[in-house]
Nanobody
Framework: QVQLVESGGGLVQPGGSLRLTCTAS????????MGWYRQAPGKQRELVAD???????SYVAAVKGRFTISTDRAKNTTYLQMNRLKPEDTAVYYC????????????WGQGTQVTVSS
């Protein structure tokens, strides 16, 4: 029953920035590790960043130092600040629960397209 809505994507030049927003219809950010995923054309969906209910963050090496995940638990919202974007960051970005094993609470949303190109 939890719905996830991603927004904030767009077309940017290499080196540019975007801030993605994920809003949930239920209180899942308070009690669960949340993550941002991305899926590039011809590639599998991959986790790029996550944040625990305590605020501990993790990033894949490809985005570490450039992306920052944060939450506003009162608003059931998670953000992904993306700086110094590269063409290889081009993908559809999704939010959802994260972890191993991942606790499935919500289905995948439609995602938001990020395109990095000159």
């Amino acid at each position: 029953q939890v719905q996830l809505v991603e927004s904030g994507g767009g077309l940017v030049q290499p080196g540019g920035s975007l801030r993605l927003t994920c809003t949930a219809s239920g209180r899942i950010f308070t009690d669960n590790t949340m993550g941002w995923y991305r899926q590039a054309p011809g590639k599998q969906r991959e986790l790029v960043a996550d944040i625990t209910p305590f605020g501990t963050t993790s990033y894949v090496a490809a985005v570490k130092g450039r992306f920052t995940i944060s939450t506003d638990r009162a608003k059931n919202t998670t953000y992904l600040q993306m700086n110094r974007l590269k063409p290889e960051d081009t993908a559809v970005y999704y939010c959802n629960t994260a972890g191993s094993p991942r606790i499935v609470i919500a289905s995948w949303g439609q995602g938001t397209q990020v395109t990095v190109s000159s």
